[in-house]
């Protein structure tokens, strides 16, 4: 089993930045993948980025490319999404994910339980 932990989330103006962190424990070295996926209310839980926890290889949804930068720690088993010019669409709860197959879907088995993104404009 894997726990995940995110952090970071809170409120900002359009334009600034937020750093959300994700913290994977138990079974760690299962997972092969780990990810940022976001809802609101209106939407289905949509990709945001993901991550190789070996490889370091990314992937970003088109709407945060050149905005967002994920990054992991394997050491600290610690993932981390950086978010700049955000803009008030980028309102939403965020969650971590977390997989042994090669990528995060909306199917994966590990999640954490959501941190609150909220930019103002």
Request: hydrophobic share 35%; with cysteine; proline share 2%.
């Amino acid at each position: 089993q894997v726990q995940l932990v995110e952090s970071g989330g809170g409120l900002v103006q359009a334009g600034g930045s937020l750093r959300l962190s994700c913290e994977a424990s138990g079974n760690t070295a299962s997972i092969n993948v780990m990810g940022w996926f976001r809802q609101t209310p209106e939407k289905e839980r949509e990709f945001v980025s993901m991550i190789g926890r070996v490889t370091g290889n990314t992937a970003y949804a088109e709407s945060v490319k050149g905005r967002f930068t994920i990054s992991r720690d394997v050491a600290k088993s610690t993932m981390y999404l950086q978010m700049d010019s955000l803009k008030p669409e980028d309102t939403a709860v965020y969650y971590c994910a977390a997989d042994t197959r090669l990528a995060v879907t909306s199917q994966s088995s590990y999640w954490g339980q959501g941190t609150q993104v909220t930019v103002s404009s």
